[in-house]
């Protein structure tokens, strides 16, 4: 866009200069002593009316000047002006326009390259915030698929052997695990440091403060009590417990003895009596509190950082867009008023003087100059 308004103000810029040019050529066919002896009229009419004498002013404008007196004018010298270079100033307005041409385009490249910064970042974030979301749900649905494979092991899970399924389920969640850290090293300077920082007091450190604040049912003391005190060493040795608790529970199944006595008489059928009671242990228990209240108020926290963190960052770089927008725009502003408004005026000028050149001439002198009449011709039928 900002090459194509700058081809248009070259042609522009060229037209005016190229009428100048144009202008100032016809001057060539005029010959020098008529032009001397225009310039020396003017000068002795000037000079009578400083001077006010009607009657002289009468007798200059009547009488021709003689073949007799080309000496006194061709003697004639004129105070001599500073010559302005008009190819000189044509490449100055060039110059201005390039460079506010340069300006916008230069405005229109840092759009385009803080997009593609910011889509970087959010093609790189996206598979953490996904693979978050998905762990909370994911860890509740393996908990979900052990019970109700206990409850029946003929029960289908993806339309498939229960007990393989639950197997497979177990090795995805360590998989998830580790994806997470993986992903958050990976994109480590991109994360702001309010996240650093939570991520940090959920996975490392005790998260025991940031659970009561979102758990008003577990108090801060009973969640460092929680199985063992587990939840002091952060919540990757918690999902690390959860899942060796899962992987237990799933072999003791598969050892259990139906014809042990049981610890809970729940019904006649002695099969389904040792599974409901293998369901009613305590690491059972344990894992059911770990991913309903632990685990889930540990990754909805946290992704209630990541988003908000993607937010602030969303809500900085559109400061920054605007800031760049407005110095654009007063550059601009500043540029236009002080620099290309008095140029356009100057370039309006100096057509205006260049044309009113011609007027000079004395209309015989121009009927009898070809390039002159059809000049004039041209400009005024088209």
């Known amino acids: 866009m900002a090459f194509i308004l700058f081809l248009v103000q070259l042609c522009y810029f060229y037209q005016i200069y190229h009428n100048k040019l144009e202008i100032i050529q016809l001057f060539l066919d005029v010959k020098e002593n008529k032009i001397k002896q225009i310039y020396n009229n003017c000068e002795l009419f000037l000079t009578d009316l400083q001077i006010g004498d009607d009657d002289i002013i009468s007798e200059t404008e009547e009488k021709p000047v003689e073949k007799n007196d080309d000496a006194a004018v061709l003697n004639f010298r004129p105070k001599r002006r500073k010559h302005k270079d008009s190819s000189k100033e044509f490449q100055n307005q060039l110059f201005i326009s390039f460079l506010l041409n340069l300006l916008i385009f230069l405005y229109f490249l840092f759009l385009h390259y803080q997009v593609e910064i910011i889509v970087h970042q959010i093609q790189q974030i996206l598979p953490v915030l996904n693979i978050t979301s998905a762990a909370e749900s994911f860890n509740r649905f393996a908990d979900n698929a052990l019970r109700q494979f206990i409850y029946d092991p003929n029960y289908l899970i993806y339309n498939k052997n229960g007990l393989d399924e639950v197997r497979q389920i177990t090795v995805e969640l360590y998989d998830i695990d580790a994806e997470i850290h993986k992903l958050h090293t990976e994109i480590w300077d991109l994360l702001e440091d309010s996240y650093k920082s939570a991520f940090f007091s959920i996975f490392i450190n005790n998260p025991c403060s940031i659970i009561a604040s979102i758990e008003s049912s577990v108090p801060e003391d009973v969640c460092n009590t929680f199985y063992g005190g587990i939840m002091q060493n952060g919540l990757s040795i918690g999902i690390t417990k959860f899942v060796e608790d899962l992987r237990q529970t799933l072999r003791n199944f598969e050892n259990r003895n139906i014809s042990s006595q049981q610890n809970f008489n729940l019904t006649d059928d002695a099969d389904?009596?040792?599974?409901?009671?293998?369901?009613?242990?305590?690491?059972?228990?344990?894992?059911?509190?770990?991913?309903?209240?632990?685990?889930?108020?540990?990754?909805?926290?946290?992704?209630?950082?990541?988003?908000?963190?993607?937010?602030?960052?969303?809500?900085?770089?559109?400061?920054?867009?605007?800031?760049?927008?407005?110095?654009?725009?007063?550059l601009m502003l500043i540029g236009v008023t002080f620099v290309w408004i008095p140029v356009q005026i100057k370039n309006n000028q100096d057509i205006l003087n260049t044309r009113l050149l011609i007027l000079m001439i004395p209309l015989e002198q121009i009927l009898r100059i070809k390039s002159i009449k059809n000049y004039l011709r041209n400009k005024i039928y088209h």
């Open 272 to 330: 389904l009596n040792s599974r409901m009671n293998l369901l009613n242990t305590i690491p059972m228990t344990s894992m059911r509190r770990m991913q309903k209240i632990f685990i889930r108020a540990c990754y909805r926290y946290l992704i209630q950082i990541m988003e908000e963190t993607i937010l602030q960052h969303f809500e900085e770089t559109d400061i920054l867009r605007l800031a760049v927008f407005l110095c654009i725009n007063i």
